[in-house]
């Protein structure tokens, strides 16, 4: 028998022909419980995920899952998951897992007739092989997601890269400006970064999969001097501490990725948070002990915070609120 994932699964299995399409993933649960699902998906190494609300009282999540042996099984972990959310306190809603076999062509087709370009202050996200405008003034980032999660459209994203247009110039040291992205996927905040002015970015992923895409949208976007993307959890061992750590994962994690955090982050630095759902807002804000709160951001659901090591020039005084 060999583990995965907490399922036993007999050897003789991994010697069988592998179901030879991919297929198209979509869990129907509630509001309460999509940031659960997602990190069910997370779990299970799966870290390009669509979400959409066709309904105020349901959320659908849709992913694709290659060719593998071993697929029944994990989609038989994720339903039997999926149907236990309530006996940890949490709505599943229609809790539906539906699976269609779709060709590897059509999920590229499905991907990109689904993304466009997208403007986020003077950040143009520009999907590769769309035709790229001049845009005077404005930073072009040209994404291929891939199998990666992170093209600029999900509200998670998005936050980061509003908070890093606020933050990052004003993180203007003597020194030249070090960035720890977590969790980076496409590449999209690491990119942001280096158009942004940081001298040195780490890019850091679980998934050897997003770390081959990550590495592709570096190139492509000429910051491959500046942007270096490696396979791991966590800030890794940066020769360097970070004057900005983003993390755009979900709020169990980043819970635990502040203790690191707070060990590593250089004083004044900023620590940048997302992917975190209305409701685990007060679990993040309860575990920023040794930090301080600069401000919340929302959008729709999905929020984001900000956190400093210690006063950076300009900020208000310490001890009110964060600003949301």
Same mark, same amino acid.
């Given at each position: ?8 699964v ?14 198209e993933v ?7 419980? /999509? @940031?659960? =699902?997602?990190?069910?998906? *997370? ?12 309904t105020? +009282?349901?959320v ?7 060719? +593998? ?9 994720l339903? @039997?998951r999926v149907?236990?959310?309530? @006996? ?22 499905? *991907?990109?007739?689904?993304? $466009? ?15 790229? !405008?001049?845009h ?5 980032i040209?994404?291929? !997601? ?16 509003r ?21 980076t ?9 280096? $158009?942004?002015g940081?001298?040195? =970015? ?12 990550a590495r &592709?949208?570096?190139?492509v ?10 396979r791991?959890?966590g ?9 900005? =750590?983003? /993390?755009?994962? =979900?709020? &169990? ?6 203790? &690191?955090?707070r060990?590593?982050? /250089? ?14 807002l007060?679990?993040v ?7 301080? !709160?600069? @401000?919340?951001?929302?959008?729709? &659901? ?8 210690? !006063? ?5 005084p310490?001890?009110s609120?964060?600003?949301?």
């Open positions: 028998m060999i583990d995965l994932g907490g399922v036993s007999p050897r003789r299995l991994l010697r069988r022909p592998a179901h030879r399409t991919w297929v979509r869990v129907v649960t509630s509001p309460g419980g /999509a @940031e659960a =699902v997602g990190a069910m998906l *997370w779990e299970l190494g799966i870290t390009g995920v669509v979400e959409d609300r066709p105020p +009282s349901a659908t999540l849709r992913c694709f899952l290659p060719p +593998s042996r071993v697929r029944p099984i994990t989609l038989r972990r339903r @039997e149907r236990g959310l309530g @006996e940890v306190g949490l709505d599943p809603g229609p809790g539906s897992v539906t699976v269609r076999p779709i060709a590897a062509r059509g999920w590229v087709r499905a *991907w990109r007739a689904a993304l $466009r370009p997208i403007r986020i202050g003077r950040l143009m996200i520009q999907p590769t092989w769309l035709r790229a !405008p001049k005077p003034g404005r930073i072009l040209r994404i291929d !997601p891939g199998m990666a999660f992170g093209t600029g459209a999900h509200a998670s994203t998005r936050l980061c890269l908070a890093l247009l606020k933050y990052l110039p004003r993180q203007r040291p003597k020194t030249p400006l070090s960035v720890i992205d977590v969790g996927g496409s590449g999209i905040l690491a990119i942001a970064a280096a $158009r942004l940081a001298a040195r =970015v780490w890019a850091r992923d679980v998934d050897p999969v997003a770390v081959a895409v &592709e949208n570096v190139r976007n000429a910051v491959d001097r500046v942007v270096r993307v490696t791991g959890g800030l890794g061992r940066a020769p360097f501490a970070p004057q900005v =750590v983003v /993390a755009n994962i =979900v709020a &169990e994690t980043i819970v635990l990725l502040l203790e &690191e955090v060990g590593r982050l /250089a004083p004044g630095g900023i620590f940048i948070g997302s992917g975190i759902i209305a409701d685990r007060p679990d804000l309860a575990a920023v002990a040794g930090l301080e !709160p600069l @401000e919340v951001l929302a959008d729709g &659901e999905w929020r984001g915070v900000v956190f400093t090591a210690g !006063p950076t020039p300009g900020d208000p310490a001890g609120s964060p600003k949301t």
